[in-house]
Nanobody, 120 residues
């Protein structure tokens, strides 16, 4: 089993920045995609960013392109989400996720979530 632990959420004013971190531990998966999803109250969970093992491929939702950047740590079992120019509509619980392969964003493992609140 893989455990994911997020950190870095909080309250920030619109236009500000936050950096989320996620560390994976437990059963070793050789190479796998990691990503970030978010869920706002009353809305479905949406994938906002993903990155493959080497960092050569990334995905961003249209709503965050140009503002959010995801990177992989040198140890590969960590992933970061740098969020700039935050907007009130970015307010949500952000979840770190990991897949079982380096070829799919069908995530199998999820963190407990971290709250991000952007005030106007």
């Amino acid at each position: 089993q893989v455990q994911l632990v997020e950190s870095g959420g909080g309250l920030v004013q619109a236009g500000g920045s936050l950096r989320l971190s996620c560390a994976a531990s437990g059963r070793t998966i050789n190479r796998y995609i990691m990503g970030w999803s978010r869920q706002a109250p009353g809305k479905e969970r949406e994938l906002v960013a993903a990155i493959n093992w080497s960092g050569s491929w990334t995905y961003y939702a249209d709503s965050v392109k140009g503002r959010f950047t995801t990177t992989r740590g040198s140890a590969k079992n960590t992933v970061y989400l740098q969020m700039n120019s935050l907007k009130p509509e970015d307010t949500a619980v952000y979840y770190c996720a990991a897949a079982n392969s380096d070829y799919s964003t069908n995530f199998d493992y999820w963190g407990q979530g971290t709250q991000v609140t952007v005030s106007s």
